[in-house]
């Protein structure tokens, strides 16, 4: 079976100059440059989601237990 996730082609009109740039920073080619700018457009979402939670969970962790290192 193919465990692959679902693939979407799409056709996009977009500046020559930032898609060369941005696969010269990503060091990737056109498709992996744009997942990767699509991973951190959703990152950011999330970090934006998390940080208006900021100082309204309620969390009873004990620091001492915590900080506790097991044998590895």
Do not use: H
């Not at 060369?20 to 990503?26: H, L, T």
């Amino acid at each position: 079976m193919n465990k692959e996730p679902p693939v979407r082609r799409v056709t996009a009109n977009l500046p020559a100059k930032l898609l060369k740039e941005a696969c010269q920073v990503s060091g990737g080619g056109i498709t992996e440059t744009l997942v990767e700018g699509l991973t951190l457009v959703k990152r950011r979402a999330a970090a934006g989601k998390a940080a208006k939670l900021r100082g309204r969970l309620k969390l009873a962790i004990d620091l001492e237990t915590s900080r506790e290192r097991t044998g590895r």
